[in-house]
């Protein structure tokens, strides 16, 4: 059974940073797409950064793009989502999510929060300006 543990949320200024960790156990392994997403209240859950856990490749939300970096440590079985220049907009709770198969196969739905099936119960992000 995979779990998904998230930690490093907070509060911070507009223009700071923050770094998620989503702790994985289980059958996480190279055949996984795992992925960040957030919710903001009365807002749909969107994706925000992804990455295929056999080669390391990555994808962004336009919104996100040269701000945030979604990274692994595959010894440590930890997904990592580096934010700097965050801005009020950001503010929502974030999650980890989990899905087994290769992110290719997800082409540009990748950010669709139906696709992924594991998730953490996630870590809040409050920026303020």
């Known amino acids: 059974q995979v779990q998904l543990v998230e930690s490093g949320g907070g509060s911070v200024q507009a223009g700071g940073s923050l770094r998620l960790s989503c702790a994985a156990s289980?059958?996480?392994?190279?055949?996984?797409?795992m992925g960040w997403f957030r919710q903001a209240p009365g807002k749909e859950r969107e994706g925000v950064a992804r990455?295929?856990?056999?080669?390391?490749?990555?994808d962004y939300a336009n919104s996100v793009k040269g701000r945030f970096t979604i990274s692994q440590d595959n010894a440590k079985s930890t997904l990592y989502l580096q934010m700097n220049s965050l801005k009020p907009e950001d503010t929502a709770m974030y999650y980890c999510a989990a899905d087994r198969g290769s992110c290719y196969l997800l082409y540009s739905s990748w950010g669709r929060a139906s696709n992924y099936y594991y998730w953490g119960q996630g870590t809040q992000v409050t920026v303020s300006s």
């Open positions: 289980g059958l996480i392994d190279s055949s996984y797409c």
């Open positions: 990455i295929d856990m056999r080669d390391g490749s990555t």
